[in-house]
């Protein structure tokens, strides 16, 4: 659009000065697929106005894209706009600027994670997710360029079942980083199994990666990036009928892994088995918050996805299993709360049970329900001030909402 000599963004109204850097921002989101590269170099001409106006040509990426997915559909107008996007952090990162690469990359990530989660509709991400990695392994961040290239593989896997160790992530993972194969490729080949007995759905391809995490086949220390809309899809699938019991308590675990492995400090080592117990989720605890270093060097973690409040029996469970592991806090998910809450009972009740585990040593059980759970996902908490929260209602017996 044009008001008078000045053009005008299709998306906000906003018009702009001819030959500006916003004016090449929208050259380059207009131009045809011949004449991408071109309109980028001159959108990269000057490395000072990118950085200057960084944040803006990702706000108008982002706009323009979502304009494109409802014009012209998710699938047609995503691809042209996720391709003609893609090319920023390539061109970023090819040029020694991996940082902003790599922010442009993710911001894509996130904008199509949105649409897949809302409209329950897979786009092919292998190549954005190997290109994330590279950008965390050109700029220092070798974990985190693990987790995306593994990503990339498992995406890769969806695709294709066949074809996926044939193509770029598995063989930066196996052959770049010098991963073990063998590690790799069970976890490719376990995630191709289940590919062949389910549709895709949103959660992945990080639920794949969640359930890739007990430790005999850890190949990373890095965490995953937290997206809004992918917690989402994890707490819908918590809600959502299940055939199973188990099918119902294993959808609760892969939420709590999910929330624990998308913040720093925090280490996912999954489900294990001891000779006499079993832990829902193992979590080591390297917290750079000293308050909540201090909670201890791991945490177990129980899941009970029921329909009313847990009592005090799994309460003393959980402590006995944390005592006979020398952890000294465990956090009790339980969308229903437990019992005891409201109301000081005659001491059969979980909510004392808990006051009276850590007076008798330390032991803390930590208390998180669909409401904390909730603000979590939503962004609106995190999952490390919700542990400390509770942790202080048991320290000091603290009553009512919290």
């Not at 918590?238 to 199973?244: E, G, K, L, R």
């Not at 624990?260 to 080592?269: D, K, M, Q, R």
């Not at 308050?291 to 791991?298: K, M, V």
């Not at 009972?345 to 330390?362: C, F, H, N, V």
Request: with cysteine; proline share 4%.
């Amino acid at each position: 659009m044009n008001d008078g000599s000045k053009p005008r963004c299709s998306v906000s109204g906003d018009s702009y000065e001819i030959g500006s850097f916003s004016a090449a921002v929208h050259d380059f989101i207009s131009s045809p697929p011949k004449g991408q590269q071109e309109a980028l170099a001159k959108l990269v001409a000057a490395p000072s106005a990118v950085f200057q106006w960084f944040g803006g040509m990702l706000a108008e990426l982002d706009a323009h894209t979502r304009e494109a997915v409802a014009r012209d559909g998710f699938q047609d107008g995503g691809q042209g706009m996720h391709d003609k996007w893609l090319l920023v952090p390539i061109v970023l990162v090819n040029n020694g600027f991996p940082v902003e690469a790599r922010v442009a990359a993710q911001r894509l990530y996130q904008v199509i994670r949105s649409f897949e989660v809302e409209r329950t509709e897979r786009f092919k991400k292998g190549t954005l997710l190997w290109w994330l990695g590279r950008t965390c392994q050109e700029g220092g961040a070798p974990e985190h360029a693990k987790n995306y290239f593994l990503l990339a593989m498992l995406d890769d896997v969806r695709t294709d079942s066949n074809t996926w160790q044939r193509l770029p992530a598995r063989d930066w993972l196996v052959n770049r980083i010098q991963l073990s194969s063998e590690a790799i490729d069970y976890i490719g080949n376990t995630f191709a199994t289940d590919v062949l007995k389910s549709a895709w759905e949103p959660r992945e391809p990080e639920i794949a990666w969640v359930r890739s995490r007990p430790h005999r086949r850890r190949i990373t220390l890095g965490n995953l990036d937290f997206s809004k809309a992918v917690a989402g899809a994890f707490r819908e699938a918590v809600d959502a009928p299940a055939d199973t019991s188990k099918e119902k308590g294993d959808r609760l675990e892969h939420m709590v892994s999910y929330l624990f492995a998308v913040e720093p400090g925090w280490e996912v080592l999954g489900p294990t088995k001891a000779p006499d117990s079993q832990n829902d989720v193992l979590v080591r605890n390297g917290h750079l918050d000293a308050a909540i270093a201090a909670l201890g060097d791991y945490f177990l973690v129980e899941c009970k996805n029921w329909n009313e409040p847990v009592g005090a029996p799994i309460v003393r469970e959980l402590a006995g299993k944390m005592r006979a592991a020398k952890v000294r806090t465990g956090v009790l998910v339980s969308k229903e709360g437990i019992t005891g809450e409201t109301a000081r009972s005659s001491g059969t009740a979980a909510r004392e049970t808990i006051a009276k585990e850590y007076l008798q040593d330390e032991t803390a059980v930590l208390v998180l329900t669909d409401r904390h759970l909730g603000a979590i996902c939503e962004g609106r908490s995190l999952l490390s001030l919700e542990c400390l929260n509770q942790f202080e209602k048991v320290r000091f017996d603290i009553r009512g909402e919290y």
